[in-house]
Structures are given as C-alpha cells and as structure tokens.
C-alpha cells in the first residue's frame, strides 16, 4: 500500500500540465496545434518563449516537489524519490485527466534528477546543452538523458528497482520521441535553433513538407 500511495502521490502531481491550462485559458488546447504535443516545447511553438519557460519550470519544479514529498511522507521506500518521480514523468506524459495525452516528460525528468542530486542535475544538464547543440535538435536530450541517467543511477545505488523503473521511463520516452526521429529523417523536425530563429524554421520546416 505505501508503495501505492507513493507512485498514486507523484501520478496525479505529474497531471498537472501549464501548458495545457494557460492554452486553454486562452481559448484552444495545446494538443490541436504545433507539434500535438502539452509540453513546454510546444507552448515555445504556439505561445511564446516567455509561456515556454514558465512551463517548464513548472513541469520541473512538480516532479521535484513529488520526489522530495514521497521523501517525507514514505521514508521506508529506499527509492520513494525515484519511485514517485517516475510516476510524475508517467502521470506528465499520461495524464488521466486529459484522455493519456500530455507531454513528452522532459522537464519532469530533470525535476526528478535534481531532486536525486543537485550536482548530478548540473553535470547532465551542460552535457546535454552539449549534445543538444551537437545535432541540433531537442528531442536528443530526453532520449540521451533519460538513458544515461538510469546507467548512473544503477551504478551508484545498486538498487534493481529503481533502475527498473528509470529503464521503463527512458523506454517511454523514447517511444513518445519516435516521431521526432521520423520527422528529422525528411527534413521536418525543428532544429534547437527554433527558440530564437522561429520564422525561419518555420519556413525550412515548410518548405520540406512539400
């Protein structure tokens, strides 16, 4: 039952979606426009920078609070911080509220590596800077980051179950990212540059639909 009530804790934090709400504040949801997807890369694409990074800040800070609440209130669970964090990537990415189709758990599984080890989130977080500006395309990070993670997770806790768990995430993540990874094999995936030469991908991205 604890180990329910944990991963039940970080599930329903991780359906929390700004971006999704803020669109739909404004009169249309997320998911009919840009790339379909209530994250914050698409908020960028559809709203605005300034709702994107507000966005993911908000998708970090809810799977950091889950991590660090699962912490508090199931300290018998050795991996409750991974265990609820985990749940709040599955809950951001299938949210129950709206039909399982959120987000693509980017910004969740930063929150839940910060609340790990700070240094850690640091230390992948240049690497990946890295990486994302190597091939220039943001859906790299995810699908490197959520796998290197779970490897360094397994070496330094030896813990199975947590190691399961992060396994299952970055299986999940990589199966929401398929079709990024199809739209850079025709030339229609948006480049990182995205963020500050939006007209311009736009355009590229245009022109190689046709």
């Known amino acids: ?56 800040l908000f998708d970090i800070f809810k799977a950091f609070l889950a991590s660090m609440l699962a912490a508090q209130l199931f300290p018998q669970i050795k991996f409750a911080k991974i265990l609820s964090g985990c749940s709040c990537i599955i809950g951001h990415i299938y949210p129950v509220f709206m039909g399982f189709h959120g987000g693509k758990g980017l910004a969740s599984l930063a929150g839940t590596i910060l609340a790990f080890d700070p240094d850690v989130f640091i230390s992948l977080l240049i ?54 990874l199809r739209r850079i094999q ?10 500050w030469k939006k007209d311009q991908e736009l355009e590229r991205i245009k022109k190689n639909e046709h």
């Open 186 to 195: 025709n030339g229609t995936e948006a480049h990182l540059s995205f963020l």
């Open 1 to 56: 039952m604890q180990f329910v009530l944990c991963a039940l804790t970080g599930y329903l934090i991780g359906n929390i979606n700004p971006s999704y709400i803020i669109a739909r504040l404004r009169g249309f949801d997320i998911r009919e426009r840009g790339s379909g997807n209530a994250g914050a890369s698409n908020a960028v694409m559809t709203m605005g920078r300034k709702v994107g990074a507000a966005s993911a």
């Open 127 to 180: 690497l990946e800077i890295i990486i994302g500006f190597s091939f220039d395309y943001i859906c790299v990070v995810p699908i490197t980051g959520s796998a290197i993670f779970m490897a360094y997770y397994a070496f330094v806790t030896g813990d199975a179950s947590g190691t399961l768990l992060l396994a299952v995430i970055a299986v999940i993540i990589l199966f929401k990212h398929v079709e990024n």
